[in-house]
């Protein structure tokens, strides 16, 4: 209610028209500065509600930023976790490759090994057979010898028992 109006409800009746209304510039300026205020106050309530959604929308922004990093260090997270499983996973078939080949390699050796034993006692019985091959064909040699010069003595002596006949035979005649 502006200032310059003055109406007493009670003796309205009895009030004139110069007691009701003040000077016609007064009432101008005063509703001049009643609709200054009236903007101002627009104003400003337009500006919080343009700085409460600016802060909503930061706040909005914000929240999203900060999802969007929780999110990326869960999936970093989970890569890495992924590189170290896939790690883990060449580590133990590579010793799992390792454990194999050295396996292999033990049991590589471990044949080789056999054989060469095989070997070694098939060249020791070839040996202990030739050995023995030469022993008898040596004493069948020497039972050979041994026999041819029985067999000579005994030639020898019957010649010359021969001999001795003849001889006491021709000396008696």
């Known amino acids: 209610m502006p200032a310059c109006l003055h109406v007493s409800l009670s003796l309205f009746s009895a009030a004139t028209t110069e007691e009701i209304y003040c000077d016609s510039a007064d009432w101008n300026a005063d509703v001049r500065v009643r609709k200054q205020k009236q903007k101002q106050k627009q104003k400003q309530k337009q500006k919080q509600k343009q700085k409460k959604k600016k802060q909503k929308k930061k706040k909005k922004k914000k929240k999203k930023?900060?999802?969007?990093?929780?999110?990326?260090?869960?999936?970093?997270?989970?890569?890495?976790?992924?590189?170290k499983k896939k790690k883990k996973k060449k580590k133990k078939k590579k010793?799992?490759?390792?454990?194999?080949?050295?396996?292999?390699?033990?049991?590589?050796?471990?044949?080789?090994?056999?054989?060469?034993?095989?070997?070694?006692?098939?060249?020791?019985?070839?040996?202990?057979?030739?050995?023995?091959?030469?022993?008898?064909?040596?004493?069948?040699?020497?039972?050979?010898?041994?026999?041819?010069?029985?067999?000579?003595?005994?030639?020898?002596?019957?010649?010359?028992?021969?001999?001795?006949?003849?001889?006491?035979?021709l000396l008696l005649s």
């Open 95 to 169: 010793k799992k490759k390792k454990k194999k080949k050295k396996k292999k390699k033990k049991k590589k050796k471990k044949k080789k090994k056999k054989k060469k034993k095989k070997k070694k006692k098939k060249k020791k019985k070839k040996k202990k057979k030739k050995k023995k091959k030469k022993k008898k064909k040596k004493k069948k040699k020497k039972k050979k010898k041994k026999k041819k010069k029985k067999k000579k003595k005994k030639k020898k002596k019957k010649k010359k028992k021969k001999s001795l006949i003849l001889t006491s035979f």
């Open 65 to 83: 930023k900060k999802k969007k990093k929780k999110k990326k260090k869960k999936k970093k997270k989970k890569k890495k976790k992924k590189k």
